[in-house]
């Protein structure tokens, strides 16, 4: 159980451009999500808190303009990164959490990545 | 605010060995979630482990075990007779409650630690 699956798992796109990235939580409801992000030999660093049906919360210094985040259903939240830049390349990392407010069952179960490379 | 502290950064061990891998943590809450992953070279974070912080009992599961020590904030993970299947890099992380919601609020993680098991 606590499966949690993201599309694409590699993307290259062309400077400019917008890339959606999809995070689904397979066998369980996630009220929350997270999208995260990881550059090489580094930890990951947590762009944004997503809930579903309000907007995101964003960390300080990320670009919500840039990074649009959508939570519409209990399994779904999207990631779009906005006129891709080579900088925006990383690992992008999204986790749900299993369980609402019963904090004695939370844990944060992660998605598989996607790889975006800007050229 | 809260912190993680992974003082080693890369480890290396031939296979069987035993391996110790260090997690100190900082808050100031008196509820809160102690948490390992590991994130093996596909990408994708592992769960391991949860424990919250009104258990200090051990946890052994199979080859692995956790040391969870209120008095030093030390969670520390050991590998016993390490396979090469265990060559990854693992992050422990913290999460405290919410103070209004209850949940788990966001996770922070430590830099990683990178263990290679050479056979």
């Known amino acids: 159980g606590a499966v949690v699956s993201q599309h694409p798992s590699w993307v290259i796109c062309k400077s400019g451009t917008s890339v959606k990235i999809e995070c689904r939580s397979l066998?369980?409801?996630?009220?929350?999500m997270f999208w995260y992000r990881q550059f090489p030999k580094q930890s990951l660093m947590l762009m944004a808190t997503?809930?579903?049906?309000?907007?995101?919360?964003?960390e300080q210094g990320v670009e919500k303009d840039k990074f649009l985040i959508n939570h519409a259903s209990l399994t779904l939240s999207t990631l779009t990164v906005t006129s891709a830049h080579p900088e925006d390349s990383s690992f992008y990392i999204c986790?749900?959490?299993?369980?609402?407010?019963?904090?004695?069952?939370?844990?944060?179960?992660f998605g598989p990545g996607t790889r975006l490379t800007v050229l | 605010a809260q912190k993680v502290t992974q003082a080693q950064t890369e480890i290396s061990v031939v296979e069987k060995e035993d391996v110790t891998l260090d997690c100190v943590y900082e808050?100031?809450?008196?509820?809160?979630?102690l948490f390992w992953y590991k994130q093996p070279p596909s990408g994708e974070l592992v769960f391991l482990i949860r424990?919250?912080?009104?258990?200090?009992q051990n946890e052994i599961s199979g080859r692995y075990s956790w040391n969870f020590q209120k008095s030093t904030s030390s969670f520390n993970f050991t590998i016993t007779a390490s396979q090469v299947v265990d060559s990854a890099v693992y992050f422990c992380?913290?999460?405290?409650?919410?103070?209004?919601?209850?949940?788990?609020?966001?996770?922070?993680f430590g830099k990683g630690i990178t263990l290679s098991v050479r056979p």
């Open positions: 992380a913290l999460s405290e409650d919410d103070r209004y919601t209850g949940a788990n609020s966001k996770l922070t």
């Open positions: 424990r919250n912080s009104f258990d200090e």
């Open positions: 808050t100031r809450d008196t509820t809160y979630y």
């Open positions: 986790s749900a959490r299993d369980g609402g407010l019963a904090s004695l069952t939370d844990t944060q179960y």
């Open positions: 066998d369980f409801q996630a009220t929350t």
């Open positions: 997503s809930n579903e049906g309000s907007k995101a919360t964003y």
